[in-house]
DNA sequence: AATTGTAGTGCAACGGAAGTGCATTTATTG
DNA sequence: CAATAAATGCACTTCCGTTGCACTACAATT
């Protein structure tokens, strides 16, 4: 509990109750999350309210954005001292085309592209779609 | 025109005036087409006409669908023989951030990658976002 | 050529998801 | 405590993709 206020403060997202909750589902899930899930995990809040703090979290540096070709956007916490910014730090996503959900694989960087001649490359965006992992168990 | 008839043909879509006219269209074009570009286009035609006929054709493998990230979604051409089912076959783009158009970068095809232990891949898509050859030369 | 069936087109409406303006409540600080 | 700023809630909007159903054009069949 202290640990997540401490967090949010260190990113100057002040820490109130529902932002502390959002963040302690986020971190609970092993799986990208929607803003449908969060209203569906508090339906009592309004969903601006939780539309903005996903926003806040966004922009503070918080959480990522991930864009997984459903049309949906999803955001996951990101690691501690992780850069989103920096190209380098751009991890690839997995959409498993079974259960529907989404993960992040922090450990797989996207690698680098050769480009053609006059194109730079600010930011990537790598999704993989297939079977997940506990889809495959089964 | 007989070419862009033969082709259609080839896929099995029946050619009718309308949809040679947006092949045509696509052809023109070098950059990725979302729906509302082809509207624009064809002011006369009904907006679902020229939704189904882009869903007909993505169907038939006469074009592609691309996600570039920013909600819309994009089609283009299909090179010819492409089989854009096949993994090896799917070429990254490229979103400018500047003109906001998205390109086919065919040449540049997305490099395999390890998954972890389970994940079994069907597919991938991924985008480079940045300044494109043409705003970069201003 | 008339009939029948199928595929394509147009109109209208729906639905999900993202986003905004403004009033209200809650927290901060002097 | 008063004054101010930040967060929350409600209502409404916009954008895009999508579907149901009626109508029309086309192709095949008799
Ligand atoms: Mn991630
Ligand atoms: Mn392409
Ligand atoms: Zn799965
Ligand atoms: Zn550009």
Redesign the pocket.
């Known amino acids: 509990m202290k640990e997540i206020e401490q967090r949010l403060t260190e990113n100057g997202?002040?820490p109130?109750?529902?932002?502390i909750l959002i963040y302690k589902y986020m971190a609970e899930s092993e799986v990208a999350i929607?803003?449908?899930d969060i209203e569906n995990a508090f339906a009592?809040?309004?969903?601006?309210?939780l539309?903005?703090?996903l926003?806040?979290f966004e922009q503070k540096g918080v959480v990522h954005q991930i864009d997984d070709g459903t049309?949906?956007?999803k955001y996951a916490l990101c690691e501690t001292g992780c850069n989103c910014e920096l190209e380098q730090d751009l991890h690839l996503h997995f959409h498993c085309n079974n259960c529907n959900e989404t993960v992040c694989l922090t450990e797989h960087k996207i690698p680098n592209i050769n480009l053609p001649e006059g194109y730079v490359a600010e930011d990537a965006n790598l999704v993989l779609k297939g079977i997940c992992e506990k889809c495959s168990a089964q």
């Open positions: 997202v002040r109130t109750a529902m932002r929607a803003l449908t009592k809040a309004d969903r601006t309210t539309f903005r703090t926003k806040t049309g949906v956007q």
